[in-house]
Every structure is written in C-alpha cells, then in structure tokens.
C-alpha cells in the first residue's frame, strides 16, 4: 500500500512540476511585443499549444496571421474560467517571439490576449 502512495505522489509532484515548468516563461510577458498593454497570463490562462490543435485546423496559419478557432472544451484548456468558444484573428504584429520553441496561446475573458510563435516559424 505505501509503494502505491508513493508512486501516486510522485506522478502527482511530477505532473505539478512539469506545468510550472512550462508555464514559467509566460511570466513577464506583455500584451504587446514592444513591452506594452499589460501582462498576458496571471497564472492560469496561458499554456503551449498541443500539435492536435494544429492538426485538427483549430488554430491555423494564414496570410494575416493566425486564426485560433476553439471550442468551450479547447479554450478551458488554456484558461479554465473560459465560458464560451473563442474565434479570432490574431495578426502578424501581436504575434510574439515564443521562449520555448513552441507555440504559445493565452486566453483571458474569452479572447487571444497572447499569442508566441517560434522565431523560425
């Protein structure tokens, strides 16, 4: 029974580090990409986009920029106070230089507040 507990707390400890982990280098980011307009994540509402989405056309590149087109369910992943579907554009200018090598979306009162792309993308 203690072998259980244990192996428990260790997935639950590892499971808590890796999400601090990936969501250490949205702190200090701003809303604009010249340090402008705000924080973009107050600790809840920012995460690393998942392949599927990009996969399944969710969020997609365009000649604008990138349109993000969530459901209830996707947008809950980003920010779990999220209470409707988020559609939107984010242009080419508000998208932001990303700090890990990936993709980057956070959301605050049902809208893309930030968006990071990789440097090569």
Known sequence: MRYVVFIVLMFSLGFAVRHAHSHDWFTGMTVNPDGTGGGCCSG????????????????????????????????????????????????????????????????????VRCFFAPSNS
Do not use: H, M
Request: charged share 20%; proline share 4%.
């Open 44 to 111: 809840s509402d920012c995460r690393e986009i998942p392949e599927a989405l990009f996969l399944n056309g969710a969020i997609r590149q365009t000649a604008e920029g990138y349109v993000v087109s969530l459901t209830l369910e996707q947008a809950q992943f980003f920010n779990s106070g999220a209470s409707k579907p988020v559609t939107q554009l984010v242009p080419y200018e508000r998208v932001q230089s990303s700090r890990s090598y990936a993709y980057g979306l956070c959301i605050w009162r049902n809208e």
